[in-house]
């Protein structure tokens, strides 16, 4: 159910200078979001009538990001006036001109606020009939904010931002969140008085609390129940510990729902991955993306995981996967490199230094050691030996080879795709496979072995491998030598014509 009375707007046309970025602030990731997709997805927990976006730096890749993150919003664009109350008077003008109600406002770049925080601003606004609710915060250090303004009565009168503070001011620990609730007929009588005359040379959306207050406006100002809830994103030191923080609170989730986390400070979860009971984290694994993880599975350590899906009692070794599904009671690693299009089936194996790409491999199927299987489809039960090469690109084209059910391929193999190794085929170590196999058959495509003898001693005369070769030899002969006497010895007298010489 949405709420007619209520319009949301989320400000993210800042420059965000101090990240030092060519992206976005607001698109710099959060665990495995951008910035303001936290905020657009506490905006729709909202179920406010109308969400609307304020951009204008970076204003194409922000708008298509937002508009991808949550089709229903209005995005609107900031002009050349700069500062917060510019940017809320023209995501105002994009409300319907008869919209009467409540106006969110938050900022793009605070991602850690909930919606049952919100809500009850909302709540606490509507029941004090004010005209403007700011959602406020007590810190220990307020250096960069603005501060919150109250008399000795405690009624707000204003917001000062610290360039524009007097020593006096710049000691209150109240500091504005940047969140609040107004009227929108509040909005739409001061904006237009709002000027630029500050220390920025902006025009800001908190003048706009002096103004109502002149006019003799009830204004509210309600801490938020902890001061982390409202912090921005600024700088990169702000974004990793906000991140640390968010990942904290996930891996706490998901230990409260029955996932062990052996090492939480090492481990990551982003927030769009899901855990069943009895999964088991090893210290140094990242479950990032839409991954999603089944009861039993154990993953780690060091291990990450992008977009994957992975069945009950899976096991994943110090790995490396996206867009992978892996089968239950599968095993991948240790060293494994699983790109997109990898599906594992149940009771198969990767193994150790196994890179694949796009590649079936069916149940119980195993490519244990040392192989790369690029566009390959490897049937039920089959059996990948060391080190074999599924050749899948000729320098044009890249192209798809098989290998059947239970059919075993020899160690150092290469298959130069495409070819089909039917089902029940062997191919022999060490062959290049340009053919089909057949059904049953044995594919050997390699030179006939010819040992050449003396080799050694003709042409690497006076060398060690010389010198083993040749006590190697001796040590033969007089094995061959005592190995007849004893013959001779136990023979009986009319066998004693061998000869013993050689
Ligand atoms: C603002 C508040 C300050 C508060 C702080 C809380 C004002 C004047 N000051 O300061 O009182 O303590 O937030 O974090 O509002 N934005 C636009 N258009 C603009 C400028 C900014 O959309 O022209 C957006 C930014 O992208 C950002 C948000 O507004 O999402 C806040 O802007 P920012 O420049 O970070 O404001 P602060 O200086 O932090
Ligand atoms: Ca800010």
Known sequence: MTDPRLAVIVLAAGQGTRMKSSRAKVLH?????????????????????????????????????????????????????????????????????????????????????????????????????????????????????????????????????????TADELTILEINSGTYVFAASALRSELPRVGTGNAQGEKYLTDVIGLLHGAGQAIEAVPAPEAWMVEGVNDRVQLAATAARLNAMIVRGWQVAGVTVQDPATTWIDIRSSLAEDVELLPGTHIAGATTVARGARIGPQTTLVDCEVGENATIVRSDATLAVIGANASVGPFAYLRPGTELGADGKIGTFVETKNAQIGAGAKVPHLTYAGDAVISDGANIGAGVIFANYDGVHKATSTVGAYSFVGSNSVLAAPVHIADGAYVAAGSTITGDVGIGELGVSRARQRNVPGWVAR????????????????????????????????????????????
């Open 459 to 502: 042409r690497r005369a006076g060398t060690k491998t010389a010198r083993a070769a040749d006590a190697a030899l001796d040590q033969r002969q007089v094995g061959e030598t005592t190995q007849q006497d004893q013959q001779l010895a136990t023979a009986p007298l009319q066998d004693q014509h061998v000869s013993r010489e050689g």
């Open 29 to 165: 990731p959060l665990a495995g979001v951008p910035l303001i997709g936290h905020v657009l997805a506490t905006a729709r927990e909202l179920a406010a009538a109308h969400v609307v976006v304020v951009v204008r730096h970076e204003r194409d890749a922000v708008s298509t990001a937002v508009l991808d993150l949550m089709p229903e919003v209005t995005v609107v664009d900031q002009d050349e006036v700069p500062g917060t109350g510019r940017a809320v008077e023209l995501g105002l003008g994009a409300l319907p001109s008869g919209f009467e109600g409540e106006v969110v406002v938050v900022s793009g770049d605070v991602p850690l606020l909930d919606a049952a925080t919100l809500t009850g601003l909302v709540d606490a606004h509507r029941a004090a009939t004010a005209s403007a609710t700011v959602l406020s915060a007590m810190v220990g250090d307020a250096t960069g904010y603005g501060r919150i303004v109250r008399d000795a009565s405690g009624t707000v009168l204003r917001i000062v931002e610290q360039r524009d503070a």
